[in-house]
């Protein structure tokens, strides 16, 4: 597994993470997972990337917002390509994030 050290497992498992509104920031307590150090790679980026598009909608960046989630769709597929037992799982999810942009 390819990411920090201190993040214990890839994720992306989890019932509902392959067809889950990632830009739903309830759908998981994600700042408690953040402050108990148990949140996996998977939904830290999904995170950010959640908060960076609040802001971007914010600061009325639509192209900005398009670009990123370009960005992050492309690094996610290709993650989760390398990651065997979440490919399994989210193969789905990934191609449908695109009605999201």
């Not at 201190?6 to 019932?15: E, I, M, P, Q, V």
Request: proline content about 2%.
């Amino acid at each position: 597994m390819k990411g920090a050290p201190w993040f214990s497992a890839f994720g992306g498992t989890d019932l509902g993470d392959d067809s889950a509104d990632i830009m739903n920031l309830k759908s998981k307590s994600y700042r408690d997972m953040i402050m108990q150090n148990t949140i996996t790679i998977f939904d830290f980026r999904v995170y950010l990337f959640a908060r960076q598009q609040a802001l971007l909608m914010k600061l009325e960046q639509a192209l900005a917002m398009c670009q990123r989630a370009k960005l992050f769709i492309a690094q996610m597929a290709r993650t989760i390509k390398e990651n065997p037992v979440c490919h399994r799982v989210m193969t789905t999810g990934v191609y449908g994030t695109d009605r999201l942009v």
